[in-house]
């Protein structure tokens, strides 16, 4: 099982700290890169963090996480609510898919409530500020170990 994780970040994201800061808050997409990098140092996971706004970039990379990732975390932002396409190109995965939302969904508009991903997604984590990252990737990190130690099990 690899320890390659990728971290995604769909459209509107790269004007964290600038964008809403009522909502999203104060951090900007290079305050959570470089927090996520020092927890999966810490996790001895080495990681990719991608942010676009086009919804084929994030399928390219989905692709690419595919023939090397052990684990994927995206917030895919307004594409939660809308892509099959990103759906579909998660479904390609046989790693675990964690999806990562910094606002609470849930207690937004209603439009917020479903999500896409959330089919595929083994788990979610909403409202919990940019930390939310930090807490998905102790779960990747996680759920690698448990699939290496089964694997090494088996063998
Ligand atoms: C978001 C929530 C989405 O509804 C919204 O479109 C975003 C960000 C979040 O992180 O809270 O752009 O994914």
Same mark, same amino acid.
């Given at each position: 099982?690899?320890?390659?994780? &990728?971290v995604?970040?769909?459209?509107? !994201?790269?004007?964290?700290?600038?964008?809403?800061?009522?909502?999203?808050?104060?951090?900007? +997409?290079?305050?959570?890169e470089?927090?996520c990098r020092?927890? @999966?140092?810490? +996790? *001895? !996971?080495?990681m990719r963090f991608h942010?676009?706004?086009?919804?084929?970039?994030?399928?390219?990379?989905?692709?690419?996480?595919?023939?090397?990732?052990? @684990? !994927?975390?995206?917030?895919?932002?307004? &594409?939660?609510?809308?892509?099959?396409? %990103?759906?579909?190109?998660?479904?390609? +995965?046989? =790693?675990? =898919? +964690?999806?990562?939302?910094?606002?609470?969904?849930?207690?937004?508009?209603? &439009? *917020?409530?479903?999500?896409? =991903?959330?089919? =595929?997604?083994?788990?979610? %984590?909403?409202? &919990?500020?940019?930390?939310?990252?930090? !807490?998905?990737?102790?779960?990747?990190? *996680?759920?690698?170990?448990?699939?290496? @130690?089964?694997?090494?099990?088996?063998?």
């Amino acid at each position: 099982m690899s320890r390659l994780i &990728f971290v995604l970040n769909g459209p509107n !994201l790269n004007l964290l700290g600038k964008r809403q800061p009522h909502i999203y808050g104060h951090e900007t +997409l290079a305050d959570v890169e470089r927090d996520c990098r020092r927890v @999966a140092g810490e +996790l *001895r !996971l080495e990681m990719r963090f991608h942010q676009s706004n086009a919804e084929y970039q994030i399928i390219d990379w989905i692709h690419e996480a595919r023939e090397s990732a052990g @684990a !994927l975390i995206i917030n895919p932002a307004a &594409f939660t609510h809308t892509s099959v396409a %990103i759906l579909d190109a998660l479904n390609t +995965l046989e =790693v675990p =898919v +964690l999806e990562v939302h910094i606002s609470n969904v849930h207690k937004r508009e209603a &439009f *917020r409530h479903h999500s896409y =991903v959330s089919l =595929v997604a083994s788990g979610v %984590i909403a409202g &919990f500020g940019t930390h939310g990252y930090q !807490l998905a990737i102790q779960r990747a990190a *996680r759920l690698i170990d448990e699939a290496q @130690a089964a694997a090494g099990a088996k063998s």
